[in-house]
């Protein structure tokens, strides 16, 4: 009863102490003289200079002085004078940045219950007032943290600012730009402190990551041009808040919190279907990977995967956005981007390749066979998905690019090998698909030595697909082949000469004399495999120009980049043997293949007559091109490998060659030097003392194969009648004609023998006795021959 007594007293004190003005405590006194009598005229500085001053001398009536700011503030709130509202407000702003001490704390549980009843209200100038004040007071640095402090309630609030959808336009974009930067002051107050309230859980990251999504997808439908070129128009605008408050947040993810700020994103553009294209999930994206510290990178390289993979029954265009963004975030971080699973990453890419040209023959991409695709969208997928494993294999160092070639090359499926082609069609698309891959890694690859970039692993499965009668994947092959081999890349140049024509060239090679000779020597380990798969390659029917330009291209950097002696000479032979090809009336060769090859041999001959070889073989090479310009330009390159050749008709080039192809790998190596003649028969039409043969026309290569066809006749009908006559005729008649033919035989020995023994003249001029033949001589019965 007496407790009771004495709280009713100390009330009733209080409530005097009210009504008198000058009975009250001096906190409340100094608190209230900072307000004047009109709120138009502000913050009474003098007085609030006093209350600042009695604050630091006693700080333990801070949490007082708070709590009597917060209660004038909420009451001038509800009687809607928003002028002491601002005045409240710019006070506890003032002794918050007065405060630098361990009492802070007292003040701040007031100030953010303050901040909480505005950010309630629902004035928009409100809003962006409290905003304000909580950026200076995210700003601070305290000295002890709070274990006890929760901003919960504000994440949410400022993200919902985000989402503003006030009918005026300026004052959304006040409200957005406030949210932005409320979040921005959350994320710097808690990023740092471990022992603040983690910001990085997910029910945080699903609510901050959208909120700025949503803002920076706008300013990328609406003024995307505009902002890059006039940037200072839209200083202070929402997009431009938010990527500075996305990078910042990205910037301060440690090793275990990228995940969690990358997984909403993912989610976002997933909702809102903002993968079709490469222009807003790119720019995220690219955002992403200039922000967050480099040995992270591969972390957002690994969650892109993964969402590709549960993305695998989605429409093309959604796999073909998320692909394209892969390619992208590969190509900023050109370095250890791909981490650890260097394989994984292009496991995961061939795979969904693989997909790619199953739903495209089957027009559906999903198993239950109800949601439709088309042919383009896949194409447009799969080329996305081979750009970006050549975008993976650029920032890989050189020994992993060549696993990872090896690893393609593993996954082409081959027929009656594993693995399993399935339909015809779907293997083909298939080999074609991996191979583009390959090419696409080959293109850039750097090797220091020709044994890095082509291994027998490599080479020899490499080889057999030249052999197969697609015509395409023949291409791709040697263009693969090319690409590897030319590591001074010449390519550009050769192909310039090969469309631009026959012309007078200088290649400038510099070569390393250590690693030179290390290639030869490599290089000749598989020359014959090489030569023999380029002869039957250049035999295929269905070759068109640009095979010829791809073989053309392909013996042109062999001899530029391998200019040794012993390669020189293979190529020369094999050039020959080219041209022998097609000169034999054996070989079943088309018109077209005819001429190509004659005009990839001119070619090929021209440029190396330029690299070294005898003047003699130049001076010939030159006066064959000279006579196929005036009389058959078609077999030149420059009108063969063009969209439109001119005329069927042969001119004779021929240098007799004699070419053995190696038809097993595993029989004995053969040396071309001991199976190539040397021997070099030039036809009439390129002598210039000897009168021009007449062209041969398609008429007279008509009358050529009745011609023939009319001798072999009568040579059969001769050798019927000798075998009639040895089976009718008398044995006398046999006999006498075989000795008349014996005895002719043996007048003509006997004309050789007497030549052979005759002695030579005598200087005297007297004739030397005729010595005894040797076969006339008699020697004893013992003698030693």
């Given amino acids: 009863l007496y407790i009771y007594k004495l709280m009713k007293l100390q009330k009733l004190l209080h409530r005097l102490c009210g009504c008198c003005w000058a009975l009250r405590p001096r906190y409340k006194r100094l608190v209230d003289n900072i307000f004047p009598e009109d709120p138009e005229e502000g913050l009474v500085k003098a007085n609030m200079e006093k209350l600042t001053f009695f604050a630091l001398s006693a700080p333990e009536k801070l949490d007082r002085i ?130 603040q309230v983690n910001i990085w859980e997910p029910r945080h990251m699903e609510q901050i990551v959208p909120a700025l999504l949503v803002n920076l997808q706008q300013h990328s439908q609406n003024d995307s041009g505009l902002f890059s070129a006039f940037p200072s128009l839209f ?69 892109l995967l993964g969402h590709l993979d549960a993305n695998s029954r989605s429409p093309a265009s959604v796999r073909a956005g998320i692909v394209e963004v892969l390619s992208e975030a590969a190509v900023i971080e050109a370095t250890g981007s791909v981490g650890p699973t260097v394989l994984e990453v292009f496991n995961t890419l061939l795979r969904q390749l693989r997909q790619s040209v199953d739903y495209q023959l089957t027009g559906y991409y999903d198993n239950g066979g109800k949601h439709k695709t088309s042919s383009i969208e896949e194409k447009k997928l799969q080329d996305a998905v081979i750009k970006t494993i050549g975008s993976f294999a650029n920032t ?71 052999l197969m009668e697609d015509p395409e994947i023949r291409l791709l092959v040697l263009s693969i082949l090319t690409s590897l081999i030319d590591r001074h890349l010449h390519q550009d140049l050769i192909r310039w000469l090969l469309k631009a024509g026959i012309k007078r060239v200088v290649l400038s090679v510099h070569h390393d004399i250590c690693t030179f000779q290390h290639d030869v020597f490599v290089f000749m380990q598989h020359a014959q495999r090489l030569y023999r798969h380029v002869y039957l390659a250049s035999r295929e029917e269905n070759s068109g120009r640009s095979h010829y330009q791809a073989l053309f291209t392909l013996l042109a950097v062999l001899s530029v980049e391998l200019a040794n002696e012993e390669v020189v000479v293979d190529l020369i032979r094999l050039i020959l043997a080219l041209q022998e090809m097609t000169l034999s009336n054996q070989e079943c060769l088309s018109v077209f293949n005819r001429c190509g090859i004659h005009a990839l041999c001119a070619a090929f001959l021209n440029l190396l ?177």
């Avoid at 309630?153 to 005026?168: G, L, T």
């Avoid at 992993?400 to 779907?426: C, D, T, W």
């Avoid at 009718?728 to 035989?745: V, W």
């Fill in 66 to 195: 708070a709590a009597y700011l917060s209660e004038r503030l909420t009451r001038e709130l509800n009687r809607h004078r928003y002028g002491y509202v601002c005045i409240a407000m710019e006070a506890m702003e003032q002794l918050l940045l007065a405060c630098h001490c361990q009492s802070i704390n007292l003040l701040v549980e007031s100030f953010l219950s303050t901040l909480r009843l505005l950010l309630e209200a629902d004035k928009p100038h409100l809003h962006i007032l409290a905003t304000n004040s909580f950026v200076k007071f995210a700003n601070i640095e305290e000295d002890t943290p709070s274990y006890h402090r929760s901003y919960d309630f504000f994440v949410s609030r400022f993200s919902e600012m985000c989402h503003s959808d006030h009918e005026d336009l300026d004052t959304r974009n006040k409200i957005r730009v406030s949210g932005i930067r409320g979040l921005q002051g959350v994320v710097r107050k808690t990023v740092d402190d471990e022992l």
């Fill in 235 to 303: 200083s202070g605008s929402p997009a431009e808040q938010t990527e500075v408050c996305f990078r910042e947040l990205l910037c301060r993810a440690a090793y275990g919190h990228i995940n969690n700020a990358i997984k909403p994103v993912l989610m976002h553009l997933d909702s809102h279907s903002l993968w079709q294209g490469r222009g807003f999930a790119v720019q995220c994206f690219q955002i992403i990977m200039y922000s967050i510290q480099s040995q992270h990178s591969h972390l957002v390289i690994q969650q």
């Fill in 396 to 466: 890989l160092p050189i020994y992993q690019r060549s696993e990872v070639m090896l690893f393609i090359m593993g996954k082409i499926p081959v027929p009656g090998i594993y693995p399993a082609l399935g339909s015809p069609n779907s293997g083909r698309m298939i080999q074609v698909m991996l191979l583009k891959s390959l090419l696409q890694v080959s293109e850039h690859y750097e090797s220091s030595n020709l044994l890095t970039a082509l291994p027998s692993s490599f080479l020899e499965p490499l080889l057999s697909f030249t």
């Fill in 609 to 785: 007559s330029q690299l070294g070889p005898p003047p003699t073989l130049h001076q010939h090479i030159t006066q064959v091109i000279e006579s196929r310009q005036k009389d058959a330009p078609h077999l030149l390159p420059e009108v063969m490998f063009c969209d439109k050749p001119r005329g069927t008709s042969l001119i004779a080039f021929r240098l007799n060659y004699c070419f053995i192809v190696e038809e097993d790998r595993l029989s004995k190596r053969k040396s071309i030097g001991d199976a190539v003649s040397l021997q070099v028969d030039m036809d009439l039409p390129f002598c210039p003392d000897t009168p021009q043969t007449e062209h041969i026309t398609f008429e007279t290569l008509k009358n050529a194969i009745e011609d023939r066809g009319v001798v072999e006749e009568e040579e059969r009908r001769k050798r019927m009648e000798v075998v009639e006559r040895f089976q009718t005729a008398p044995f006398e008649e046999i006999a006498a004609q075989c000795g008349a033919r014996t005895s002719l035989l043996q007048s003509k020995l006997n004309q050789v023998f007497e030549l052979i023994i005759r002695p030579p003249p005598s200087p005297s001029g007297h004739s030397a006795p005729r010595s005894t033949p040797v076969y006339e001589m008699k020697f004893p019965d013992l003698c030693v021959y």
